[in-house]
């Protein structure tokens, strides 16, 4: 079955930043894009970008914009989001996401499940 | 950029309610509408895609209706599983915009 495996918890100082992979299996991985969204406590969704897995093209939030860069690597079926110059704010639940399409639709399905981002000093 | 609002922000029902959520588009989305249901410490679900269609394995007491600017979930007999939080998504163009969410509870 399709499966989106995240990388564990990390807690970052202020300015540091953090880098996220989400391994996926079950299906071509090429073949769907991949996006993130994260989710500060107590708070809502919040997408941050898309990324191709085949061409690796990217498009980002212009809120994250300078500061997001999403990469893979297809040997090993895996993405990255890797956010620079953390501050608190940033604390939240990083989760990845597969593109699903239908007949001109796409929606999020399946979704990792989730890697808790802390920054503290 | 699209903006999704729901309402209400919460709300409060009893097992076996019918319970219906709103979302309004700030402009016209067609029927690029998904809705999602999520609950705590866990990742969002997909329950309804392209306004109406229901996603394979979830139950027929969900539906979804709407095109344009303004939809809405129902819920037709809510269960103890329910109790969770609803966020709708617009997937129209990009960013995907997410709604504030919804948090379901019981009364």
């Known amino acids: 079955q399709v499966q989106l495996v995240q990388s564990g918890a990390e807690v970052k100082k202020p300015g540091a930043p953090v880098k996220v992979s989400c391994k996926a299996s079950g299906y071509t991985f090429t073949r769907y894009n991949m996006y993130w969204v994260r989710q500060a406590p107590g708070q809502g969704l919040e997408w941050m970008g898309i990324?191709?897995?085949?061409?690796?093209?990217?498009t980002y939030a212009q809120k994250f914009q300078g500061r997001v860069t999403m990469t893979r690597d297809t040997s090993t079926s895996t993405v990255y989001m890797e956010l620079s110059s953390l501050r608190s704010e940033d604390t939240a639940v990083y989760y990845c996401?597969?593109?699903?399409?239908?007949?001109?639709?796409?929606?999020?399905?399946?979704w990792g499940q989730g890697t808790l981002v802390t920054v503290s000093s | 950029d699209i903006q999704m609002t729901q309402s209400p922000s919460s709300l409060s029902a009893f097992v076996g309610d019918r319970v219906t959520i709103t979302c309004r588009a700030s402009q016209s989305i067609s029927n690029y509408l998904n809705w999602y249901q999520q609950k705590p410490g866990k990742a969002p679900t997909l329950l309804i895609y392209?306004?109406?269609s229901l996603q394979s394995g979830v139950p027929s007491r969900f539906s979804g209706s709407g095109s344009g600017t303004d939809f809405t979930l129902t819920i037709s007999t809510l269960q103890p599983e329910d109790f969770a939080t609803y966020y709708c998504?617009?997937?129209?163009?990009?960013?995907?915009?997410f709604g504030q969410g919804t948090m379901v509870e019981i009364k």
């Open positions: 990324i191709n897995p085949s061409g690796g093209s990217t």
């Open positions: 998504q617009q997937s129209y163009n990009t960013p995907r915009s």
């Open positions: 392209a306004a109406s």
């Open positions: 996401a597969r593109e699903a399409i239908l007949r001109g639709h796409n929606w999020f399905d399946p």
